[in-house]
């Protein structure tokens, strides 16, 4: 990955994790790895893990930034969640799966989408 996507990645996440915030939710982990992947954003809302895929993209030429969360990376999603729970020894009533797509060309405004509870 070239220096500008990570740059525009973590943008993306900083940009996330500022939403997440304004909406209430307690961010606990950015970018946790395990031997099965990573996870963007770990946040908490009330009782809730969620657990949050960034995907940040400068245009659409490819489709949105949503489009490219599959169901393959559902499903990765939700093992990684469980992994999470196990890793950290934490116990949740609910764990939610979120994306957040962002679309961002300087000079324009980035625009957020939030999608909750996707998997």
Not at 1 to 11: A, D, P, S, T
Not at 32 to 42: A, L, N, P, Q, T
Not at 53 to 59: L, N, P, Q, Y
Request: charged share 30%; glycine share 8%; net charge neutral.
């Amino acid at each position: 990955m070239g220096r500008q996507n990570l740059e525009r990645g973590r943008y993306g996440e900083d940009l996330a994790v500022w939403h997440l915030e304004r909406m209430g939710l307690t961010v606990v982990s950015r970018n946790w790895r395990c031997r099965i992947g990573e996870i963007d954003i770990v946040a908490m809302d009330d009782d809730a893990v969620v657990v949050c895929e960034v995907k940040t993209r400068r245009t659409e030429d490819f489709g949105s930034p949503l489009a490219a969360v599959t169901p393959r990376k559902l499903r990765r999603l939700r093992a990684l969640a469980r992994e999470w729970l196990h890793m950290e020894d934490q116990h949740a009533r609910e764990v939610r799966i979120d994306v957040i797509g962002i679309l961002h060309n300087p000079p324009s405004a980035p625009t957020l989408e939030h999608l909750r509870g996707v998997g």
